[in-house]
């Protein structure tokens, strides 16, 4: 029996056209169509095949506005038992630190049927709207556990965490003891797709909200105003142009390489 916390996050839809808004220049997440974010859902599959071979239960855990409520019931009807939502106006703009801060003292407060606190924490390596790729690690040193990162393949058993993380200098095999952070790469797994039958039970799962306050969180050390980083400007990326044609009368592959040493490409 595994308790398992999955970290998951709406972002804007990898096809819809993302911008700044005006003044703060954070991600307007209402100009596009908001998603639950791919590596997340293969963090909340890893969760549940876990779950299926061990027993256990998968709650998931999101930081974001009302509209990331379509998220949540996105992981609950894969199979995730219930949803906790830290949701605060206050939040808007934390950078990858406060945001770290903010879901380390919302993991505080979950405990799970059993009376037991998280032993696993399963995310993704990174959001596909900011791709910071470090909340993971610095959730896990606010907390004082482990982490495992980046990884391919996981294993729980006998109290412990192991699995592969690859990198182009090869495959390195990690481990740790619970209770432990795992990040994931898209290489985890395939996750499933809601059946109607999921979907329909997860209107009526469990989904606690908590705020700041709830948290004990101290809005002046959160939100855009009190990040440790700051966009001043932005410049929308130019409208994409018809490129360059090259007729092929003999010379087409010369023509080629000459552009593409150009456009310092090769």
């Known amino acids: 029996m595994t308790n398992i916390v999955v970290l998951i996050k709406q972002v804007p839809d990898t096809w819809s056209e993302r911008?700044?808004?005006?003044?703060?220049?954070?991600?307007?997440?209402?100009?596009?169509?908001a998603v639950l974010d791919e590596i997340?859902?293969?963090?909340?599959?890893?969760?549940?095949?876990?779950?299926?071979?061990?027993?256990?239960?998968?709650?998931?855990?999101?930081?974001?506005?009302?509209?990331?409520?379509?998220?949540?019931?996105?992981?609950?009807?894969?199979?995730?038992d219930k949803a906790v939502h830290v949701n605060d106006p206050a939040l808007h703009g934390s950078d990858a630190i406060q945001t770290g801060w903010t879901l380390a003292a919302a993991l505080g407060q979950i405990t799970f049927d059993n009376g037991e606190p998280a032993e696993v924490i399963i995310a993704g390596n990174e959001a596909t709207d900011g791709r910071v790729g470090a909340v993971p690690a610095i959730i896990a040193e606010y907390l004082g556990i482990p982490q495992l990162t980046h990884i391919r393949k996981l294993t729980i058993a006998d109290g412990k965490a192991s699995g592969e993380r690859e990198t182009d200098e090869g495959v390195f095999g990690l481990e740790a003891p619970l209770p432990v952070i795992v990040s994931v790469n898209e290489k985890i797994n395939e996750p499933?797709?809601?059946?109607?039958?999921?979907?329909?039970?997860?209107?009526?799962?469990?989904?606690?909200?908590?705020?700041?306050?709830?948290?004990?969180?101290d809005p002046d050390t959160v939100g855009v105003a009190n990040a440790g980083t700051t966009v001043t400007a932005s410049t929308p990326k130019p409208p994409r142009t018809a490129g360059e044609r090259i007729t092929d009368e003999g010379e087409g592959g010369t023509k080629v390489a000459e552009y593409l040493v150009a456009q310092k490409i090769i």
């Open 40 to 80: 997340n859902e293969r963090a909340v599959e890893e969760a549940l095949l876990i779950k299926e071979a061990q027993g256990g239960e998968v709650i998931v855990l999101s930081a974001g506005p009302d509209r990331a409520t379509d998220a949540i019931r996105k992981a609950l009807s894969m199979g995730a």
């Open 19 to 33: 911008k700044l808004s005006d003044g703060d220049f954070t991600l307007d997440r209402e100009a596009a169509d």
């Open 192 to 217: 499933r797709f809601p059946s109607f039958k999921g979907i329909m039970a997860a209107k009526k799962k469990e989904v606690t909200t908590y705020t700041l306050a709830d948290l004990g969180v």
